[in-house]
Nanobody, 124 residues
Framework: VQLVESGGGLVQAGGSLRLSCAASGRTFSSYAMGWFRQAPGKEREFVASVSRSGGYTYYADSAKGRFTISRDNLKNTVYLQMNSLKPEDTAVYYC??????????????????WGQGTQVTVSS
């Protein structure tokens, strides 16, 4: 599976961005999908995840109420809608695929495939 993120950029605090992650292959629905982020000098951290069907979603406390993860299995794409962005959301955002995963909160080591990342910068 190849994953390609897009939609990052520079936005002012309080603004919104929608990240997309397009997956190759015909087995997208076999993968739980997650979004992680890594800020400079910090470890990669979980942001959100979604089950294979899209029926279950999970969020880090920092993302709850502001971010929404969703997926379209017909388009082989997972999304992360980010609202009310804060400067502390600045990071490289990565999507990841977990083969036959449940989509619940899992460590990054459980994911099998990763995208190259997309930069999100939130200015104050």
């Amino acid at each position: 599976v190849q994953l390609v993120e897009s939609g990052g950029g520079l936005v002012q605090a309080g603004g919104s961005l929608r990240l997309s992650c397009a997956a190759s292959g015909r087995t997208f629905s076999s993968y739980a999908m997650g979004w992680f982020r890594q800020a400079p000098g910090k470890e990669r951290e979980f942001v959100a995840s979604v089950s294979r069907s899209g029926g279950y979603t999970y969020y880090a406390d920092s993302a709850k109420g502001r971010f929404t993860i969703s997926r379209d299995n017909l388009k082989n794409t997972v999304y992360l809608q980010m609202n009310s962005l804060k400067p502390e959301d600045t990071a490289v955002y990565y999507c990841a695929a977990d083969f036959l995963g449940s989509g619940s909160v899992r460590p990054s080591s459980d994911y099998d495939y990763w995208g190259q990342g997309t930069q999100v910068t939130v200015s104050s």
